[in-house]
T-cell receptor
Framework: GAGVSQSPRYKVAKRGQDVALRCDPI?????LFWYQQALGQGPEFLTY????????KSGLPSDRFFAERPEGSVSTLKIQRTQQEDSAVYLC??????????FGPGTRLTVL | QKEVEQDPGPLSVPEGAIVSLNCTYS??????FMWYRQYSRKGPELLMY????GNKEDGRFTAQVDKSSKYISLFIRDSQPSDSATYLC??????????FGGGTRLMVKP
């Protein structure tokens, strides 16, 4: 496809469950970013990949959050033992060089 | 204090009005400035991207950056109901994470 795609679009999890969120970046985009957007707030940075290398994970809120991009294309954000405060929209963005970032539609996670 | 501050609104204007949206930032290392538009339940869409101080125009949209006062503006001329959305300003310092403002919700009434 032409843009960044994310799946699932909506995810409901019970507290304590593990979830995996997928991002398919624009073909050829080297850089990939994950952001978390709470209701009524701007997106906040979680982590950044250049190809398969995770260059910055300073925004991950706890060690329950883990991201990977093993082949330098598709990325997965995993959250273990989900908590209610993890409820948010998780946005993925890709970029050729990192400056102009193009976002996917997001995955809305609700933890009950 | 957040690194990028933005009035949350909501800002309500009549159709055809000129809209002014503003952000301030605190980190002088920021070099690149963007405006994103986000419709409800959608991802942010890049509207404007600029590097230097001054104005950049694209159709009905003008982005303005004043690095000396750390002030970013977006002007929308002849606003339309379809412009109703949340507008997010964002900055970064060369190829890395974006730092966003909290977003301003705009409503353009027919």
């Amino acid at each position: 496809g032409a843009g960044v795609s994310q799946s699932p679009r909506y995810k409901v999890a019970k507290r304590g469950q593990d979830v995996a969120l997928r991002c398919d970046p624009i073909s050829g985009h080297v850089s990939l970013f994950w952001y978390q957007q709470a209701l009524g707030q701007g997106p906040e940075f979680l982590t950044y990949f250049q190809n398969e290398a995770q260059l910055d994970k300073s925004g991950l809120p706890s060690d329950r959050f883990f991201a990977e991009r093993p082949e330098g294309s598709v990325s997965t954000l995993k959250i273990q033992r989900t908590q209610q405060e993890d409820s948010a929209v998780y946005l993925c963005a890709s970029s050729i060089g990192g400056d102009e970032q193009f976002f996917g539609p997001g995955t809305r996670l609700t933890v009950l | 204090q957040k690194e990028v501050e933005q009035d949350p609104g909501p800002l309500s204007v009549p159709e055809g009005a000129i809209v002014s949206l503003n952000c301030t930032y605190s980190n002088s290392a920021f070099q690149y400035f963007m405006w994103y538009r986000q419709y409800s339940r959608k991802g942010p869409e890049l509207l404007m991207y600029t590097y230097s101080s001054g104005n950049k125009e694209d159709g009905r949209f003008t982005a303005q950056v004043d690095k000396s006062s750390k002030y970013i503006s977006l002007f929308i001329r002849d606003s339309q109901p379809s412009d109703s959305a949340t507008y997010l300003c964002a900055t970064n310092n060369a190829g890395n994470m974006l730092t966003f403002g909290g977003g301003t919700r705009l409503m353009v009434k027919p």
